[in-house]
């Protein structure tokens, strides 16, 4: 009971961190959207460098809570991998979309409607900029 009342509190903040994040985004303001990422990470006991820095098992271990695997902390490494691929130039931003993709999709059902929503939205932008990584269209504002 503990832990699904973390989780509900912690994705209903998620939900209101995504959106701020958004806003800064497209006022191509990525340091402080990556600030905000990292306030709401610390809160969860992620520490997104690591994100970056890790992959596979070791990720997939940082991503957990009590030995499951933790939503909150799926999001929010996602969320940071699309922002420092925004950030990023070619071929690092595509390599981190594509990570950024395969967190998204890995992330289970949602109950928060408005959050699956944000979730659809972003798989759906990241698999249009992995699979035209340097196209025009490619480059539109992330929803």
Known sequence: ??????????????????????????GQ?????????ERAAARAGLALPLVQAL??????????????????????AAEYLTVEGLRAAPPDDAALFGRALALYRGIGPLRDTSL???????ITDLERRVAAPHSPLSGGTLR
């Not at 009971?1 to 497209?26: H, K, N, P, T």
């Not at 990525?30 to 905000?36: F, G, M, N, R």
């Not at 990720?59 to 799926?74: E, H, S």
């Not at 699956?116 to 972003?122: F, K």
């Open 1 to 26: 009971m503990e832990r699904r009342d973390y989780l509900l509190r912690m994705l209903e903040d998620l939900g209101r961190v995504m959106v701020r994040v958004r806003e800064l985004v497209v």
């Open 29 to 37: 303001s990525h340091a402080a959207a990556t600030q905000e990422l």
């Open 55 to 76: 992959g596979g098992d070791g990720l997939a271990a940082v991503l957990t809570t009590a030995g499951r695997p933790d939503p909150v902390k799926y999001l929010l």
């Open 116 to 122: 699956q929503t944000a979730v659809a939205d972003r």
